[in-house]
């Protein structure tokens, strides 16, 4: 502390590149602070640090953060304390930064920028990564053994190019110290905290049960689907509260000797209809998001679904490498090979067949649609067009056609939401009928009007299907990253940068937190800096997938970050699906 405080002293009044000389670990006693990276002038990105304290020490039980599902918890609840520290340290006019794709607290990528009137450029901004309404890993709050690291973002202080080596000292001494005092155990509300546990360990449970009981979603009862609105993700105050269908009601024994009840959803082909702005497709947006855990008061804490869950969507214009999408799409004009598909602007039916196949091949066994961005053609034929446009004349098989074969040969499950598409009640094991939000069974009534109008009988495609499985180029995929400098960077939740490489990733619902893009950046640059050989795809993200369970996001990536969100293995694949090079044999 001492010699930070000298060095600070020593170096006021001196050209900025002079802060690179404090660049070291302090003891402030309490903690230990980490300047780990400094910025290069007082326009760029701030500067990063970190603080380490001993939870043992602060007082804190080891049973709070003792099982993997615990200790996520644990440092989620930090996080958000972090975050209400650093912007009661700002006081007021903390500057949002602008927003992603869903909000709640994700309104930006970082929390706070206190520090106006303190310099030049960035000086005296402190922020942290922002969180939105999941429990998932990131990298600005880890544990290891009892020790927690928190990582955050300070603009070291210039008038000018000319270091406040006074100003400097406020911060590095007094603003951290009043952030790192609102973590301590006592002006925590461990109540809270110990709540923010259970009710993780508790959806977490409840993931385990479900699997024992064939289900690929459960819908708690009570539960608020319904968001504030398209950029606030939090819950909608009033919202009409879930409650299940008498026949779909499942009581699921927790291992804790609890009980939960709501909507079970079982494998199978489930479509969900009604009429438009009637909630299909708030319940449908609810079961995606269920892959992940959700915070105490969010409504959704006891939506989960299966972690192999996929959405699906239309994507016109993906590019697409060496794909095979025969099981949907054959005998192309010029005969256009459909087992090693490749175009620079795919269509809406192939990029959707794509799509499919490459989260199949990847694992998933529940693929989620929604009919408003579905391709119609690739979704259904009806009786006239199929008359008019011979079956040798039409490359498409509908998906109507296929997804019965999907559930048989691959168990493959499907939930379609569908308003004009009717024609799936004839292959659906369960029809849900969404009215002002309520969820009613209509299975039984559906299948009798399917009976009653059917104008021909949907003629199940039973030809054999075996997704295809990626090999990697390994001489070429370290050519994005030749760079020394290599620069990763997320524009939200649009687009992934890797040097001049631009990926769009606007149709990759799953995605929740800005942080998830830098985080698949900085995956691909670790993997594949070096020739690695030529991996299969699938095998490389399920052995990346079973290494990081029990591993820090920074300790695994070789890179210490504060701003990175742990990605399933679905969307880093379909990120790597997505770059537009030659990087599969």
């Known amino acids: 502390m001492r010699r930070l405080e000298r060095l600070l002293r020593d170096i006021d009044g001196r050209g900025y590149k002079a802060y690179k000389d404090i660049k070291g670990s302090y003891n402030f006693g309490s903690y230990i602070l980490n300047i780990i990276k400094v910025q290069g002038d007082p326009f760029a990105s701030p500067s990063l640090l970190s603080c380490e304290i001993d939870l043992i020490k602060e007082g804190y039980s080891k049973k709070l953060y003792d099982t993997p599902s615990k200790k996520l918890a644990f440092e989620d609840y930090f996080l958000r304390k972090l975050g209400q520290a650093i912007r009661s340290s700002a006081g007021r006019g903390v500057k949002e930064e602008r927003g992603s794709r869903e909000g709640g607290e994700q309104r930006g990528n970082r929390y706070g920028r206190p520090g106006r009137g303190m310099g030049s450029g960035k000086s005296g901004n402190i922020s942290i990564l922002k969180v939105g309404q999941e429990i998932i890993k990131r990298s600005a709050v880890e544990i290891s053994g009892d020790k927690l690291t928190f990582r955050f973002y300070l603009g070291l202080p210039a008038r000018g190019r000319t270091v406040l080596g006074r100003e400097a000292k406020t911060l590095l001494f007094d603003k951290v110290k009043g952030i790192y005092e609102g973590i301590t155990a006592k002006n925590i509300h461990l109540d809270k905290l110990e709540r923010h546990v259970k009710v993780n360990e508790r959806s977490d449970m409840v993931r385990r049960a479900m699997a024992g009981e064939g289900l690929i979603s459960f819908i708690g009862e009570g539960s608020i689907l319904a968001r504030k609105n398209s950029v606030d993700d939090r ?43 009637h909630g299909k497709s708030t319940l449908l947006n609810a079961i995606e998001k269920g892959v992940y855990n959700h915070i105490p008061g969010d409504g959704r804490e006891l939506v989960i679904t299966t972690y192999d869950a ?107 939401v569908v308003g004009g598409l009717g024609d799936y009640f004839s292959v659906s094991d369960n029809v849900l009928m969404l009215d002002e939000y309520r969820v009613t069974d209509i299975t039984k009534r559906a299948k009798e009007i399917d009976e009653k109008y059917r104008e021909s009988k949907i003629i199940e495609d039973e030809t054999s299907i075996v997704p295809g499985r ?104 379909a990120v790597i699906n997505r770059i537009r090079r030659e990087l599969f044999l």
Request: glycine content about 8%; some cysteine; overall charge neutral.
């Open 470 to 573: 990626k090999k990697l180029n390994g001489k070429k995929i370290p050519l994005l990253f030749n760079d020394k400098k290599c620069k990763i960077r997320g524009r939200d939740l649009d687009e992934l940068s890797i040097n001049k490489d631009v990926v769009d990733i606007r149709s990759l619902e799953q995605f929740v937190e800005n942080g998830q893009v830098p985080f698949v950046g900085e995956l691909l640059k670790r993997l594949f800096t070096k020739s690695n050989g030529n991996p299969d795809l699938r095998d490389l993200l399920d052995r990346v997938e079973d290494e990081m369970k029990d591993e820090n996001i920074c300790n695994y990536l070789r890179a210490e970050q504060g701003s990175l969100v742990f990605t399933r293995k679905y969307e880093v694949g």
């Open 235 to 277: 819950p909608m105050t009033d919202a009409v509260r879930f409650k299940s269908p008498g026949n779909m009601l499942v009581k699921l024994k927790l291992e804790d000797g609890t009980t939960v009840e709501g909507m079970g959803i079982k494998r199978g082909i489930t479509t969900i209809t009604g009429g438009g702005f």
């Open 310 to 416: 996929v959405k699906i969507r239309a994507e016109d214009g993906r590019s697409i490498e060496k794909a095979d999408i025969s099981t949907f799409i054959n005998n192309l004009p010029h005969k256009k090979d459909t087992k090693s598909f490749t175009s620079e602007n795919a269509s809406g039916s192939t990029s959707q067949a794509c799509n499919i196949m490459e989260a199949i091949e990847l694992g998933a066994k529940l693929l989620l649609i929604d009919e408003d961005t579905s391709a119609t053609n690739f979704m259904v034929r009806d009786r006239k067009i199929q008359e008019l446009i011979s079956h040798d004349k039409e490359p498409i098989t509908p998906f109507i056609e296929k997804v019965g074969s999907l559930r048989k040969q691959l168990d493959v499950s499907t939930i379609i």
